[in-house]
Structures are given as structure tokens and as C-alpha cells.
């Protein structure tokens, strides 16, 4: 599928988004998030506490898919090899046959992946980069669209394993959900009364419109002085005073390929000072490292990130 219009790529968007609000209550921009990720072609990670819809969020936006779909419930026993596959010996054949693992669909669900070990945990690391694994010596292509979706519980820490800076920078975005407010919790209680609402969720896109509108966010346009503003603002989270360790340049590329989704999203073809602003915070929560005296003084990843992004000055344009 090529040739879509703006407007035509943003409803497509638009349709995800409704899609997934049918079923995560009162979380408008966790979802619009989330869609973001998925359409600007990164990976996304929740983190949040247990039992606030972090599987039920990742569930509900890879059903609206028609493409594969695979879960991964990550456990401290868990092996490289049940996520990428193996190489197994056909005795008819005389030859090693390779057998896929689940890690080759198009939408991956790696639900708790803190419960499993660094060395598991790194089995990921060339597929979300590369859009491909090695097994046996053997590079092998996975399907596109490929979007990884992790679950991350930040406050058990028994049998756990946090994730290392590299894999942290792998994830174009952090959300977190938080706990719903009454009237939201309330609704929660009153959809599931007979059926769960993952259970009506239907495709609405394929994999080649997914594609397809992947390619038309980066067509978004943005300026020079909006491209010097995205640098600024990584460049402000390696000279804030409690970071120790502040974004990559691929935090840069990440940021402005999250601006133009959201951009599009909203049915612009351009990057706005504000696109930026509304998707900078979970661009960079997790890929500034804070120092010892801001953690001492309860300061977060997120509050710090969004006070980056607001330090900024914004462009002025001629």
C-alpha cells in the first residue's frame, strides 16, 4: 500500500487510538503514547506498578493489528534460544533445520521483562536495532512491522534484573498508566461485568498500512531552527545538573522521529515547539541516569526529563 494522504495516514492513526481507548480507560495520552511509538517505528516500554492494565494496554494496541502476534512471559529460567529459536537435527533429512521462536511476529509482548536474566534480556538487543537475530552464526530478518512492546515492574525487586542502560536506549519510549481516578475505575468495573473488553477488540489496520503510514511520518517536515531546538534539549539532558549520564544521539533521532508521528497524529505535516513538548518527557525519562544526590532527594527520571524539555527555549521562527 503507498500513496496515502495526510489526512488518510492520520485517520489511520486515529482508528488505532480509538481502537485501544475502547478498552484502556481514562489514559488518553498513555495510548496516543503508545500509538506513537508504534507508527514513528520504535519500541515501546511500560512501566508501571502491577495490576494498573500495563499487558492489557500492549494486548489491546497489538490486537488492533492484523499482523502476528507473540507473547514472551519472561522468567528468570527463561534462554536466548526460546526467544530467538534454535537450529534442531531432522534425522530424515540429515540436516539441522531452524525453528523460529516467538520473537519473530510482528508485534512482541515481553511482558516482565526485568524477571529475566541480562544475558535473555540481550537476546533483544539485535532484534530491536537490527530487524534481525543471529542464531548458529546466521543473520535472519524478522517481519516488518516489527514493535517490541516490554512490561516493566519498578517496584518488586525480588527476582529481578534491571534493565541496562543499552537496552533502556533501545526503546524509543517509557509510559507509565498509574492508578485510575474514580469515575474511571468505576467504568472499568462496569465494561467487565460480563466480558473483558480485550475480547471485541478487532484489526483495524494490516501490516502494509502500517507500513505505509511509518513511512509517512517521515515525511513530516521540520525546520532548521526546529532540528537545532531537538538537539538543545538532548544536549540540556547531558549538562543537567543532576543527571549523571544524559541522551544519546540516538536519543536525538528518537525524539524527532516521535515528534513527527505525534505530529501526524494530529494531522499536521509539520513539527510544532509543542510536539516536542508533549512527547519529550517519555523520549528521555529513561534514558537520563540521575545521580546519587537526586535520587537521595526523591527526584524521578520523568519529573527531571520534563523539566529539561520546559528549560528550552523555543525557537523563534522567521
Same mark, same amino acid.
Given at each position: 500500500?503507498?500513496?496515502?494522504?495526510?489526512?488518510?495516514?492520520?485517520?489511520?492513526?486515529?482508528?488505532?487510538?480509538?481502537?485501544?481507548?475502547?478498552?484502556?480507560?481514562?489514559?488518553?495520552?498513555?495510548?496516543?503514547?503508545?500509538?506513537?511509538?508504534?507508527?514513528?517505528?520504535?519500541?515501546?516500554?511500560?512501566?508501571?506498578?502491577?495490576?494498573?492494565?500495563?499487558?492489557?494496554?500492549?494486548?489491546?494496541?497489538?490486537?488492533?493489528?492484523?499482523?502476528?502476534?507473540?507473547?514472551?512471559?519472561?522468567?528468570?529460567?527463561?534462554?536466548?534460544?526460546?526467544?530467538?529459536?534454535?537450529?534442531?537435527?531432522?534425522?530424515?533429512?540429515?540436516?539441522?533445520?531452524?525453528?523460529?521462536?516467538?520473537?519473530?511476529?510482528?508485534?512482541?509482548?515481553?511482558?516482565?521483562?526485568?524477571?529475566?536474566?541480562?544475558?535473555?534480556?540481550?537476546?533483544?538487543?539485535?532484534?530491536?536495532?537490527?530487524?534481525?537475530?543471529?542464531?548458529?552464526?546466521?543473520?535472519?530478518?524478522?517481519?516488518?512491522?516489527?514493535?517490541?512492546?516490554?512490561?516493566?515492574?519498578?517496584?518488586?525487586?525480588?527476582?529481578?534484573?534491571?534493565?541496562?542502560?543499552?537496552?533502556?536506549?533501545?526503546?524509543?519510549?517509557?509510559?507509565?498508566?498509574?492508578?485510575?481516578?474514580?469515575?474511571?475505575?468505576?467504568?472499568?468495573?462496569?465494561?467487565?461485568?460480563?466480558?473483558?473488553?480485550?475480547?471485541?477488540?478487532?484489526?483495524?489496520?494490516?501490516?502494509?498500512?502500517?507500513?505505509?503510514?511509518?513511512?509517512?511520518?517521515?515525511?513530516?517536515?521540520?525546520?532548521?531552527?526546529?532540528?537545532?531546538?531537538?538537539?538543545?534539549?538532548?544536549?540540556?539532558?547531558?549538562?543537567?545538573?543532576?543527571?549523571?549520564?544524559? *541522551?544519546?544521539? #540516538? +536519543?536525538?533521532?528518537?525524539?524527532?522521529? !516521535? =515528534?513527527?508521528?505525534? @505530529?501526524?497524529?494530529?494531522?499536521?505535516?509539520?513539527?510544532?515547539?509543542?510536539?516536542?513538548?508533549?512527547?519529550?518527557?517519555?523520549?528521555?525519562?529513561?534514558?537520563?541516569?540521575?545521580?546519587?544526590? *537526586?535520587?537521595? #532527594? +526523591?527526584?524521578?527520571?520523568?519529573?527531571? !526529563? =520534563?523539566?529539561?524539555? @520546559?528549560?528550552?527555549?523555543?525557537?523563534?521562527?522567521?
Amino acid at each position: 500500500m503507498t500513496g496515502l494522504t495526510l489526512q488518510e495516514a492520520s485517520a489511520q492513526m486515529s482508528r488505532v487510538v480509538e481502537t485501544v481507548e475502547k478498552v484502556i480507560v481514562g489514559k488518553p495520552r498513555a495510548v496516543r503514547l503508545a500509538v506513537t511509538a508504534l507508527f514513528a517505528g520504535g519500541h515501546l516500554l511500560i512501566e508501571d506498578i502491577p495490576g494498573v492494565g500495563k499487558t492489557t494496554l500492549a494486548k489491546a494496541l497489538a490486537l488492533s493489528l492484523s499482523g502476528s502476534f507473540k507473547r514472551i512471559q519472561f522468567t528468570p529460567d527463561l534462554l536466548p534460544s526460546d526467544i530467538t529459536g534454535v537450529s534442531v537435527y531432522n534425522q530424515k533429512t540429515g540436516e539441522f533445520e531452524f525453528r523460529p521462536g516467538p520473537i519473530f511476529a510482528n508485534v512482541v509482548l515481553a511482558d516482565e521483562i526485568n524477571r529475566a536474566t541480562p544475558r535473555t534480556q540481550a537476546a533483544l538487543l539485535e532484534a530491536m536495532e537490527e530487524i534481525q537475530v543471529s542464531v548458529d552464526g546466521v543473520s535472519r530478518p524478522l517481519p516488518r512491522p516489527f514493535f517490541v512492546i516490554a512490561t516493566n515492574n519498578p517496584i518488586e525487586r525480588h527476582g529481578t534484573y534491571p534493565l541496562p542502560e543499552a537496552q533502556l536506549d533501545r526503546f524509543l519510549m517509557q509510559v507509565s498508566l498509574g492508578y485510575p481516578g474514580l469515575t474511571e475505575e468505576t467504568e472499568i468495573l462496569e465494561r467487565q461485568v460480563i466480558v473483558h473488553p480485550l475480547d471485541k477488540v478487532q484489526p483495524v489496520m494490516t501490516s502494509e498500512q502500517v507500513l505505509a503510514v511509518q513511512q509517512e511520518v517521515r515525511k513530516v517536515r521540520l525546520t532548521n531552527a526546529m532540528r537545532r531546538y531537538l538537539v538543545q534539549i538532548v544536549h540540556q539532558s547531558r549538562n543537567h545538573p543532576m543527571v549523571e549520564l544524559g *541522551a544519546s544521539p #540516538r +536519543g536525538s533521532l528518537g525524539l524527532m522521529r !516521535a =515528534s513527527q508521528a505525534w @505530529a501526524l497524529l494530529h494531522g499536521r505535516d509539520f513539527i510544532t515547539p509543542d510536539d516536542v513538548k508533549d512527547v519529550g518527557p517519555a523520549v528521555l525519562s529513561h534514558r537520563v541516569i540521575l545521580k546519587a544526590e *537526586a535520587r537521595a #532527594r +526523591g527526584m524521578t527520571p520523568q519529573a527531571v !526529563a =520534563s523539566e529539561i524539555v @520546559a528549560a528550552v527555549p523555543i525557537p523563534l521562527e522567521r
